[in-house]
């Protein structure tokens, strides 16, 4: 009898075996992280890619963000299979920029300061990139995480733009910091100095026209680069 049960056992363990054997091989797996998806895609988890300022790139699940803070938190593998992977930490001065679902960011780097935050690049140039950094206008509700579970992260993507108040930088091509762009009665002398070499624009900036107001930042700064491609510059 007793032999018996030890064969019965030890043909379970081998099925079991077996049988995990082929469902990790029916789940897609993910080369770039060399880490398998689950089956089930309620727990597919998006994979970042990380630019360390040391020159590495590093393809991660990010778990944590926090656009004013200091740093990210993220896992090698998907934080939603267990055994729960331990979670790493990386500063904002060890980070040079982060792709996540197809958006471009970057540590906020101003002239004396550390670098901070996650901005959202909207613009890529040529004349100017244009980074945005938003934070949900007051009543607007933010996901809060459920007790015990994990949370795709909340990274700010471009959309429902009129509900967030919005932090716009800029940088010029070679520069290595930002220009913050000031906001209420600094923000017409600030930018139509910055697009001095657009006199019509700077002119409409110093009138405060319509469509040329600190929300339309992203909007001019568009139309600026467009006149530079425009004009062979």
């Keep these: 009898m007793r032999t018996q049960l030890t064969l019965f056992l030890a043909a379970a363990s081998l099925l079991s075996l077996a049988s995990q054997a082929r469902a990790q091989t029916t789940e897609a797996r993910n080369l770039a992280t060399d880490t398998l998806q689950p089956a089930n895609a309620k727990y597919h988890f998006p994979v970042s890619r990380l ?133 209420g009665k600094k923000f017409a002398p600030f930018l139509a100095d910055y697009l001095a070499d657009s006199p019509e624009v700077a002119a409409a900036i110093r009138a405060g026209a319509e469509g040329h107001r600190y929300a339309n930042v992203p909007q001019l700064l568009d139309a600026y680069n467009h006149s530079a491609q425009e004009a062979g510059h």
């Design 51 to 183: 630019g360390t300022a040391g020159g590495k790139q590093l393809y991660v699940f990010i778990t944590n963000v926090s656009e004013r803070g200091n740093g990210l938190e993220f896992t090698w593998r998907n934080p939603l299979v267990l055994p729960r992977p331990k979670p790493v930490f990386i500063t904002s001065e060890q980070l040079q920029w982060v792709e996540l679902s197809g958006k471009y960011y970057e540590p906020v780097r101003l002239p004396g300061e550390s670098a901070h935050g996650l901005a959202l690049r909207l613009l890529v140039g040529p004349r100017v990139e244009v980074f945005d950094v938003a934070t949900p206008k007051k009543g607007v509700p933010v996901p809060l995480p459920v007790p015990g579970a994990v949370l795709v992260p909340v990274v700010w993507t471009g959309a429902f733009g009129d509900k967030y108040n919005h932090a716009w930088y800029l940088r010029r091509p070679g520069a290595t910091t930002m220009t913050a762009v000031p906001e």
